[in-house]
């Protein structure tokens, strides 16, 4: 009993010691750590299993022995890169078995990804061995992911391991079998630093104990990963793989930076009729349209099939060229396609400024084809908005951009291959400031150049040849120049917002500040049109895509407020035609997989409609004279609202205006004022709101001695006096 009290103290002691010993050397490692990182490292020590303590399968365990840089990847003869995501003849053939007559799963022809850049992958779907601190957790490893200027704790560009070594992992967890084909990475995006993992191993699991990694017959391949930050790279796997979680092992990466990446994982999902949470969440639709990426040949022959669908409702145009000769189509909807309706407004929605933000235009292409074919199915609600409204639809605004990002593929163009036109120029930014010209104006009120709150004319620089002007920019304009649009949506992507003028900040010492146009309460309500219909936009629960959070403001947000932008097509649509214009960010991914987008469709369908109907909200009205001529160029002005309009060709004209009562003038040169009261409804539908006015005095003299070929007479005061001083001499 003494001997055994002894071995029971001993051991105690030795417990204690060993215990103490340990806690020593956490606080060693906690010492080696940067102190804005040691709670968030301590913690991960202490509530997760020593992320070397188990090796690989098939390994064996030798911690640190393999020193980052020293190996040399070694690729596969299947995992070179690919311009898209559909593999050769060659890999499409099915595989009947093995040499140990194993059975090989055939490659499929075009598994999709899984959803990691476009939030289908939740956050809680994402886990990996250690993060250098919040921001660069796990769920920010998403494809394409943006950090913002700033790279605070909360929105970083990457998933940046806590430690460089070979034993970190990033995991993704699938949620149901899933047959994996393919991994894309990307490095750190990042203004100040360059981070990227050059070669990993892929390991799949399902159980995320036991794990098992892509083989070949030489051993664990080694696929190679990126030589710079934002070039993705697509490695498809030698053999796809059934599992559950599938995990990224980085083995080397950037000597001069750490082990950061941002990936997605391409797999098809099994199906499973017993899992209630995916049946619960699949996206399907009804409508029956071409659920494809369309590049410009097929654009145009998909257009081509709507026009002989509907040939008494469409017409196809084009407004001009781009840089490299590609015509700019449009394609018109209305019930008198080709002529412009007195009292009728046109609506216009553009997409593509950016080529590489491909949802919008592929939105564009759907929309037409839905309209042309509820309308001969009679839909009363479509047949309603054709006969009422001239429709405009310009798909691809920079269809060279759209070539570039089109070659790359889905997923593969990273985050700007083809957003410029072939000159390098953003067509969204490069129209005229004409804000600057106004606030001046409005800032120096004695100043003899007086600028027009309204219809501001270009300047004459920017007309010149030799400015930085796109071709695509000018046919833009005259477009809007030649007819009287009314409302504009520019589709983009990258987002899930709609943003309203102005774009610009007054103060030029700020890069953000709320900067509202006269008409803000219309501008906010359009946009809430539109986002408080889209399946996402106003979710509270959805993540953000980036680092902007827009649900403070109802998925909207003023573009100045958001980041100052001098020369947008909001703000010049805005400040020199009638037309209002809204930017619509109709996605997170710019450039969607195909799989993705009858559910897109569904997010986006609705909003597309209701945002075009809002063209009939506020008032309208034709401004005649005695004879019942229209008279074109009459300014219309609203009491209170610092912002005109003027009527077009025929005398008609559309104000946009929420609910309300309104005091409303309009003036035309040689005519007399005139103003009246018109009460805008809740009710959809412009309230008419017609002036007949007269012409002035003086108009009217110099009419009547027009016509009888008479001239107002005008002498000089000289000649007068001679002629007083004859007068009274024969007197």
């Not at 042309?372 to 001239?390: F, K, M, S, W």
């Not at 401004?623 to 002005?637: L, M, R, Y």
């Not at 805008?680 to 110099?702: E, H, P, W």
């Not at 008479?710 to 007083?724: G, H, T």
Request: net charge negative; aromatic share 10%.
């Amino acid at each position: 009993m003494i001997a055994l009290s002894k071995k029971s103290s001993c051991s105690s002691l030795l417990c204690l010691t060993l215990c103490a010993f340990g806690l020593a050397l956490l606080g060693d490692v906690s010492q080696a750590v940067p102190m804005e990182d040691q709670d968030y490292y301590l913690q991960e020590i202490s509530n997760r299993d020593h992320y070397y303590s188990f090796p690989y399968p098939g390994e064996e365990f030798f911690p640190f022995t393999e020193r980052p840089g020293e190996e040399e990847p070694i690729r596969a003869a299947e995992t070179e890169e690919h311009p898209g995501f559909k593999p050769s003849r060659k890999e499409l053939k099915p595989k009947k078995s093995n040499k140990k007559g194993k059975p090989i799963l055939e490659t499929p022809p075009d598994c999709p990804p899984l959803g990691l850049e476009t939030l289908k992958i939740t956050d809680f779907q994402l886990h990996a061995s250690t993060a250098k601190r919040y921001g660069l957790g796990a769920h920010r490893g998403r494809l394409n992911i943006q950090a913002g200027v700033n790279e605070n704790d909360f929105y970083d560009g990457a998933w940046c391991a806590g430690r460089n070594d070979p034993y970190q992992w990033i995991e993704v967890d699938a949620r149901r079998l899933t047959k994996f084909t393919g991994v894309i990475t990307q490095g750190r995006n990042s203004l100040w630093s360059s981070n990227w993992v050059t070669s990993y191993r892929v390991l799949v699991s399902n159980d995320s104990h036991a794990w098992t990694a892509v083989r070949n017959e030489s051993g664990d391949v080694i696929f190679e990963g990126n030589s710079e930050k934002e070039i993705p790279v697509l490695n498809m796997l030698p053999v796809p793989l059934v599992a559950r979680y599938i995990r990224i092992n980085p083995r080397s990466w950037f000597q001069e930076g750490s082990i950061c990446m941002r990936l997605e994982i391409l797999g098809c999902p099994l199906p499973d009729p017993n899992n209630y949470y995916h049946r619960r969440n699949e996206m399907t639709t009804t409508d029956n349209l071409d659920f494809k990426h369309h590049n410009y040949k097929e654009m145009r022959q998909l257009m081509k099939t709507v026009n002989k669908m509907c040939p008494n409702i469409t017409r196809i145009y084009n407004i001009g060229k781009s840089n490299q000769g590609l015509k700019l189509y449009a394609v018109e909807i209305s019930d008198n396609p080709g002529e412009h309706e007195v009292g009728e407004p046109e609506f216009r929605y553009i997409a593509g400024a950016h080529g590489n933000e491909v949802l919008g235009r592929e939105l564009i292409l759907l929309l037409m084809q839905f309209m042309c074919q509820e309308y001969l199915a009679g839909n009363p609600r479509i047949v309603h908005l054709i006969e009422d409204t001239r429709i405009h639809l310009l798909p691809s605004v920079n269809p060279d951009g759209y070539d570039k990002a089109y070659k790359a593929g889905s997923e593969l163009g990273g985050w700007s291959l083809g957003r410029w036109t072939q000159d390098g120029i953003d067509i969204n930014n490069n129209f005229p400031d004409l804000n600057s010209l106004l606030w001046e104006s409005e800032d120096q009120k004695k100043s003899k150049r007086k600028v027009p709150n309204h219809y501001i004319p270009i300047p004459d620089w920017y007309l010149s040849e030799n400015a930085t002007v796109a071709v695509e920019t000018r046919a833009i304009i005259a477009w809007m120049e030649k007819i009287p649009f009314v409302l504009g949506g520019n589709l983009q992507g990258g987002e899930l917002v709609v943003a309203y003028p102005y774009d610009m900040v007054r103060s030029m010492w700020k890069t953000q500040d709320y900067t509202p146009t006269p008409d803000d309460h219309v501008f906010r309500w359009l946009a809430y049109s539109y986002a408080s219909t889209h399946r996402l936009m106003t979710d509270a629960r959805r993540r953000a895509c980036h680092t902007e959070d827009f649900q403070k403001e109802d998925g909207t947000v003023n573009g100045a407020s958001w980041h100052t932008v001098a020369g947008s097509i909001n703000d010049f649509s805005y400040l020199h035609t009638n037309c209002f214009e809204l930017s619509i960010y109709v996605g997170c991914d710019k450039y969607p997989h195909e799989s993705e987008l009858p559910e897109e469709w569904e997010n986006n369908r609705e909003s597309l409609i209701v945002f075009m109907e809002q063209v009939h909200r506020g008032i309208k009205g034709i401004v005649k004279d005695t004879h019942g001529k229209g008279i074109p160029n009459a300014v219309i002005s609203v009491e209170g609202v610092n912002h005109d309009i003027r009527t077009g060709a025929d005398g008609d004209y559309w104000r946009l205006l929420n609910p309300g009562e309104y005091v409303v003038g309009v003036k035309a040169e040689g005519y007399t004022a005139a103003t009246k009261t018109c009460e805008v409804g809740y009710d959809m539908g412009a309230t008419q709101c017609d002036f007949t006015i007269s012409k002035t005095n003086l108009a009217r003299i110099k009419e009547i001695m027009k016509k009888f070929g008479k001239q107002p007479i005008s002498m000089s005061i000289r000649r007068l006096r001679q002629r007083a001083r004859q007068w009274q001499q024969q007197r």
